[in-house]
């Protein structure tokens, strides 16, 4: 394995970013992209906390300790999954990640962006074999250093999506997140792990978080909705004059951008890790962490991203096929494909990614309509023109964001309400083998469900509620920023946008009372 110095300021000129190609700017975006659309709330200026906690991000222990826990609990799930009672809901492994984490990350998600790759074991355990150091600053790292091909970038994370997709159907197909045999949890655990330290040993810094690890194009869309800005630069007049740029390409006090991001530019938390490393290594002290208003992150975006704008669609057919599948009429219709096709077991691939291309062909053939029917602009030199597809497609994609969101978060809900007291019992008897090492196994609540299942339903319909009217208001505020000025008829198209995802919650939410709380 070769070792090599990890300076690498080739990589990190200032708009190397991936996708570049596969992005749509809106008109006068480029300009306005250094206008201060940052976020005002700083978090290491205020007034009590901040100071605590700006030295707290700056110490280079801090993500090993955020991380530290995540990984004692997943090393602890692959153990007990492997070797601990075969039976999901008294085994760790199974209750802990299906009853609890998952929910728990997709909250986690919605409400604060990228939170969870702060402390993600995966990702950390990857660094820390990579970098050969669980926090120190070392000059070189090992592996082959390679870089992400720029053919390759330009498929932004549309491969995660395709992870994505492949491990959801490996998923469904073994029944693991059912949950199903604790074992297959805990091998989906290695097997995770495996990819990622394989790829950190062969990519440079966080080209797995980037590119490959299957939720990283997931929690990026999801997380848009998040109050969690991420690093945002104080004042980017100092960032334009700024020679050394340590924040991308490192110093004696931190990492260079494991994302391959720079604080500078960044216009939306999609993609940054917060890993800090640029708050220690800003010689300017010219970085802070923001929050934001909610959706701030889908609305606020001048250069819109395909490849964001396809995972959207995509991972909304992929949720409507997890709820479709759930529905009387399913399983017959699967049978009638499996003799067909002559394939046993559940899903079958062409339902599956049948489902999936039916919803995203939809939504991109009401895209496609609407840019006909209203796609003629209405001033300048392009008056009575229709502008491209991808023009229309990247920002009603963006604004069907907060519905997504919602959906995936609704599908967890039946799990966490009627399932996650179980983890109380399992804290204590993690191998289901009859110990009791907290006096927490036979505790009277474990058996309790926290909402009945007409109350779950009423829980994932307000839910729907809440994304949609996110859906509708984002939407709202883009259409009329970046697609009015290409209509003539800028009002109607308005009302059409928002009554389209209207429309589109209102399924959601039927399909959530005809599957009646199904997990
Ligand atoms: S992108 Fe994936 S591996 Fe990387 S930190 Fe986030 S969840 Fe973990
Ligand atoms: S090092 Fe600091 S001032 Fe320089 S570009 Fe990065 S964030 Fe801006
Ligand atoms: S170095 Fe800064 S911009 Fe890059 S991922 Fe870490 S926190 Fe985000």
């Known amino acids: 394995m070769a070792v090599q110095e990890r300076e690498r300021p080739e990589a990190e000129t200032v708009g190397s970013s991936p996708a570049r190609r596969l992005s749509v700017i809106q008109r006068g975006g480029s300009e306005r992209h250094f206008q201060p659309t940052d976020p005002r709330i700083d978090l290491l200026r205020l007034p009590l906390a901040g100071r605590w906690l700006e030295k707290a991000v700056k110490s280079r222990r801090f993500q090993f300790a955020a991380i530290l826990p995540n990984q004692i609990i997943f090393w602890l799930v692959i153990a007990t999954g492997l070797i601990g009672v075969a039976v999901p809901s008294r085994n760790f492994s199974t209750a802990i990640t299906w009853y609890v984490w998952f929910c728990a990350v997709f909250v986690m998600m919605v409400g604060a962006g990228r939170a969870w790759c702060l402390m993600c074991p995966f ?65 989906m655990v290695i097997f995770i792990i495996t990819f ?8 440079d810094r966080r080209t797995f978080c980037r590119y490959l690890c299957p939720l990283t194009a997931i929690i990026g869309t999801v997380g848009s909705t998040g109050m969690v800005a991420g690093m945002r630069t ?30 500078g530019s960044a216009t939306s938390n999609m993609m940054c890790g917060l890993c800090t490393e640029c708050v220690k290594n800003c010689p300017h002290d010219n970085v802070g962490i923001f929050v934001q208003a909610p959706l701030t992150s ?58 999936i291309a039916l919803v995203t062909g939809l939504v991109a053939a009401y895209v496609w309509g609407l840019r006909a029917v209203f796609g003629r602009e209405r001033t300048g030199k392009a008056k ?22 919602a959906d995936y978060l609704a599908r967890q ?80 198209l308005t009302t ?15 399909l959530y009372v005809a599957m009646g709380a199904a997990t």
Not at 196 to 203: D, H, N
Not at 308 to 325: D, E, H, K, R, S
Not at 397 to 403: F, V, W
């Open 123 to 187: 990702g950390g355990a990857g660094e820390w074999v990579q970098r050969r150091s669980f926090w120190q600053r070392h000059p070189i790292s090992i592996g082959l250093h390679l870089k992400w091909p720029e053919s390759w970038s330009r498929w932004g994370m549309l491969p995660s999506v395709g992870v994505f997709l492949a491990m959801t159907w490996g998923e469904e197909f073994l029944n693991i997140a059912g949950p199903g045999r604790p074992i297959l949890t805990g091998l």
């Open 384 to 405: 009575g023109r229709v502008s491209s597809f991808a023009i229309w497609l990247a920002p009603l994609a963006y604004g069907l964001i907060p519905l997504m969101a």
């Open 234 to 263: 104080r004042d980017r007049e100092i960032c334009l004059t700024c020679a050394t740029k340590d924040c991308m390409r490192g110093s004696e006090r931190g990492y260079p951008c494991p994302w391959y991001e720079w604080p």
């Open 196 to 203: 990622a330290v394989g790829i950190f040993l062969v990519f």
């Open 413 to 492: 809900l039946p799990k966490f309400w009627l399932s996650s007291p179980k983890v109380i019992a399992v804290i204590s008897d993690p191998f289901g083998y009859g110990w009791n090492l907290f006096g927490t196994a036979h505790a009277a609540i474990v058996g309790v469900q926290i909402l009945s299942p007409e109350g779950v339903v009423i829980s994932q319909v307000v839910l729907i509620a809440l994304g949609t009217i996110g859906a509708v208001y984002a939407t709202v505020r883009i259409v009329r920023r970046d697609l009015t000025k290409l209509t003539q008829h800028p009002r109607a």
């Open 496 to 510: 059409v946008s928002a009554a389209a995802w209207t429309l589109g919650g209102a399924g959601v939410a039927a």
């Open 298 to 355: 889908v609305i606020a975006p001048l250069r819109r991203r395909l490849d964001v704008a396809l995972a959207v669609l995509v991972f909304f057919g992929l949720v409507i096929f997890q709820q479709v599948n759930a529905l009387g009429f399913y399983a017959p219709m699967e049978g009638t494909v499996n003799q067909f096709t002559h394939f046993s077991g559940y899903p079958n691939p062409i339902d599956y990614i049948g489902i």
